[in-house]
């Protein structure tokens, strides 16, 4: 569906409608080579082949790194994406076989240069100056690394094309709001898209006293656990809170 504006309509008389969140996603349109042109590192350099050479539309031009353990190279593409496919040209010459063994890492962590990011496939056989392509099945990621483990290594790419669209962002959020009637004054209508959806876990009916009690709240998402004790004048004692996850 194509629009500028998203009504969420209640009918009915005497309805109240009351909204925590919306959040408004759109499908880009597809892009091709995403990687062309973008910001290029490699573990090293040998003689003139610079790590833009990969990405530079000229699959005659190639990159190359000096004989060492593990080479790598990397694009960044700017913010995440879903990369569908990853296409690589090898070179054309008799050690065209130096990529075999490649792997090529697809994710949002530099951590060890990005090589431990998830892993979309390993290049088993690259024929010489043959182009192939590789399916990452929509792996999301900022940084496609091409990482070759093993000593005395070199690694050597002519052109790296990356397949792929921007991850979909919450349109709603950047967009004005409005609404027939506000409740009150804690009801504007902007509160529906501010980014905060105040998702309650749970409500404390009674705790006997020294005792200890777990509330499930199946693997809500969040920074903060905000514990409120609604009412006028009343104080709020905790003598121990245990929060237990796993970071996103």
């Known amino acids: 569906m194509v629009g500028r504006y998203v009504n969420v309509f209640l009918p009915g ?65 700017l913010r995440p994406h879903n990369i569908t496919s990853v296409t690589i040209t090898n070179r054309d010459d008799n050690t065209a076989e130096m990529i075999d063994g490649a792997e090529i890492h697809i994710g949002n962590s530099l951590e060890n240069n990005g090589n431990n990011n998830p892993l979309c496939t390993v290049i088993s056989s690259h024929p010489a100056w043959e182009t192939l392509t590789f399916q990452c099945h929509g792996m999301e990621g900022r940084y496609v690394s091409i990482y070759l483990p093993g000593c005395h290594k070199s690694l050597s790419l002519c052109e790296v094309e990356v397949n792929g669209m921007p991850v979909p962002e919450n349109a709603a959020s950047s967009g004005r709001a409005t609404q027939s009637s506000q409740w009150d004054k804690f009801g504007d209508a902007d509160n529906a898209i501010d980014r905060k959806r105040q998702v309650k876990c749970a409500v404390i009916p009674y705790i006997p006293a020294g005792q200890t009690r777990t509330y499930q709240c199946q693997g809500m998402e969040g920074r903060y656990v905000n514990i409120l004790l609604p009412g006028s004048l009343r104080p709020l004692t905790l003598c121990e809170v245990e929060v237990n996850g796993t970071p996103l």
């Open 13 to 77: 008389y005497s309805r109240i409608l009351t909204l925590c969140e919306v959040e408004v996603y759109a499908d880009p349109v597809p892009v091709e080579n995403i990687a062309l042109g973008k910001k290029t590192s490699q573990s090293s350099k040998s003689f003139r082949r610079k790590s833009d050479n990969a990405v530079d539309g000229e699959r005659s031009t190639c990159c190359q790194t000096h004989t060492e353990a593990d080479p790598w190279w990397r694009v960044d593409l």
